[in-house]
């Protein structure tokens, strides 16, 4: 019997230890992230480090360079969409060829933004010229279709 009281004590010592851990390195991750958040999900803490994942832009950042009339390129993604994970690594480095400065909205960080934007599906690329929407291209594609939406929409 005290054997088995010895084991519980120990098992629920480790699984103790193991959530102290775990919580300690998301909030670690989390402090001094794009995102001006406490707290992060799982997916976007996994991506913090990806270059394909830099260049966030905030929300009010959005609006305000919307308002200001500023033309900008948005890459409207969620971490958890699998369209996104396949998309990205053909996307972003594209954009940096075409000298394009494309910022991300992280869909899953800032979900009241899908509505804002009329995002249907991730991912949704929406160029703004003079803070206007001008084009628009979601899902995901052939390498084609995003090289033409770059070329026709972003670069006219």
Known sequence: ????????????AIFGALWFVVNYQNQK???????NKSSLEQATIDQLDDPLYQNQ???EELEEKLEN????TVYFYSPTCIHCQRTSPVVV???EEYGIDLVKMNLLEFEN???KYGIQS????VHYEAGEESARINGERPQQDFEDFF??????
Do not use: C, H, R
């Open 1 to 12: 019997m005290k054997k088995m009281i010895v084991f519980v004590l120990v098992l629920v």
């Open 29 to 35: 991750a989390s402090e001094g992230n794009p995102y």
């Open 57 to 59: 832009i905030l929300p």
């Open 69 to 72: 009339g500023e033309d900008v």
């Open 93 to 95: 480095p594209m954009a």
């Open 113 to 115: 933004q899908w509505q």
């Open 122 to 125: 991730t991912p949704t690329i």
């Open 151 to 156: 070329e026709t929409e972003v670069l006219e």
